[in-house]
């Protein structure tokens, strides 16, 4: 009887010891992010973005088409939180730029006469028009993000995500016309024609961002929360575009 006893208490003993280890070792411990290593961390201090461009709320007078882009590039600081190295502020500064395409219109953005208050979108699909026309605008920018990435000390081999904001400082809008041709298609004069000028636009934007990426590559959205051009002096229209990013560095 004694020795039955004392084998089901070892047997106890023993199952008690086993389920305790089994259960501690199911429970993930609270890291200790002061001791996280940030020495090989990518910080994404070079981003460069590729996009489709387009304008949100556009009247149908307006007839953008094609393959309107943009080109943004940006040197950032990235800097962690102390207490929890997964976010971190970035905030840089860089040139972002919006080519927009139009179809058989002009957009007369130097207007000869000081009495021209209005940015005239002129309609050319009767007569002769060029056979591309683009509007481009180019902005010093300032992107601020929040950012979260999975795992912080293998950022380029990590989930990243951003959301933020670009303050931007509008430098120049001017826009490109090639080879004019009649109304029937036909090139009738082979030549470049520039227009530049910032009279009916807002010198300056505030842009809401998004971003996602994987290592060194990731999609992103922006639009405008600022109209492009100048109230009063033509449609309240709202620039925005997604497409892809690469980060790094």
């Known amino acids: 009887m004694k020795q039955l006893f004392i084998t089901a208490l070892a047997l106890v003993t023993v199952t008690t010891a086993f389920a305790q280890t089994d259960s501690t070792s199911l429970i993930p411990k609270k890291k200790d992010w002061s001791k996280v290593n940030l020495g090989h961390r990518a910080n994404d201090h070079f981003m460069v973005q590729i996009g489709y461009d387009n304008w949100a709320a556009v009247p149908d007078t307006i007839n953008i088409t094609g393959f309107s882009r943009s080109f943004n590039f940006y040197f950032m600081f990235d800097m962690p939180f102390k207490t929890d190295p997964r976010w971190s502020v970035g905030a840089g500064l860089g040139l972002g730029s919006s080519n927009i395409f139009f179809h058989d219109q002009f957009v007369d953005v130097a207007q000869t006469g000081n009495s021209a208050t209005t940015l005239a979108f002129t309609d050319q699909s009767g007569g002769n028009h060029f056979k591309k026309f683009k509007l481009v605008s180019t902005y010093l920018e300032v992107p601020i993000e929040l950012r979260y990435a999975v795992d912080p000390e293998n950022t380029n081999k990590s989930w990243k995500f951003a959301v933020g ?45 998004a971003r996602i990426s994987h290592g060194v590559f990731g999609i992103f959205g922006q639009i405008s929360a600022t109209g492009f051009i100048k109230s009063g002096a033509g449609p309240a229209v709202y620039p925005f575009s997604f497409g892809i990013s690469f980060s790094g560095l």
């Open 165 to 209: 904001v670009k303050p931007g400082l509008l430098l120049s809008v001017y826009t490109k016309g090639k080879n004019l041709e009649n109304n029937a298609n036909q090139v009738i004069n082979s030549y470049i024609q520039k227009e530049s000028s910032k009279r009916y636009f807002d010198g300056a934007r505030l842009v809401g961002t």
